[in-house]
């Protein structure tokens, strides 16, 4: 059976409520995820949209996340560290956190929420970018899951 990653705000394939956008209170959304796989030391979200129209674009990057407990509440602080111990990167607005979905008008886009489950800690500093995470995850990815959501103005 696939790790599976989900949110009550949206089912996988829907469309982002307007209050995790940058229309609405641009707070990050409830996610949920079934237990990481064992040998599970840490995990990595990375959130964006592949269809903006300068290219892939990066609107949350955390990492060093507990694999306990087995969800994350709306509305996490855009702080570097969080009390947790997890840490936030920085997103394609400049900014550290959760960016939400702010397309042009037009078609909706997709956005896809990426969680790795990983073997090791990747104690990387606070600010760090989408292509740092990613390459330091390379060959310590235990599983992965993905919920897309959509949304267009």
């Known amino acids: 059976m696939a790790w599976q990653l989900r949110s009550d705000a949206f089912a996988s ?3 982002i409520p307007r209050e ?4 609405g209170a641009d707070r990050s959304p409830p996610l949920a995820w ?11 979200l990375i ?4 269809d903006a129209p300068r290219g892939d674009f990066t609107h949350w990057v955390l990492f060093d996340l507990s694999p306990e407990p087995t969800s994350l509440p709306a509305g996490l602080a855009a702080e570097g ?12 607005f400049g900014k550290l956190g959760y ?15 990426h969680l790795s489950a990983l073997d090791v800690t990747l104690n990387l500093p606070a600010g ?4 740092q995470v990613e390459q330091a995850l390379r060959g310590h990815v235990l599983a992965e899951a993905e919920l897309m959501g959509r949304y267009g103005r």
Not at 47 to 50: Q, T, W
Not at 99 to 113: D, I, K, M, V
């Open 47 to 50: 959130m964006h949209d592949p």
């Open 128 to 131: 760090a970018t989408r292509q």
């Open 34 to 44: 079934d237990p990481a796989p064992q040998g599970t030391r840490s995990l990595a």
């Open 13 to 15: 394939g829907s469309s």
């Open 81 to 92: 560290q969080l009390p947790s111990g997890a840490r936030q990167g920085r997103n394609d």
């Open 99 to 113: 960016g939400g979905p702010c397309p042009p008008p037009g078609a909706p886009h997709r956005y896809l929420f």
């Open 20 to 23: 995790y956008t940058c229309d």
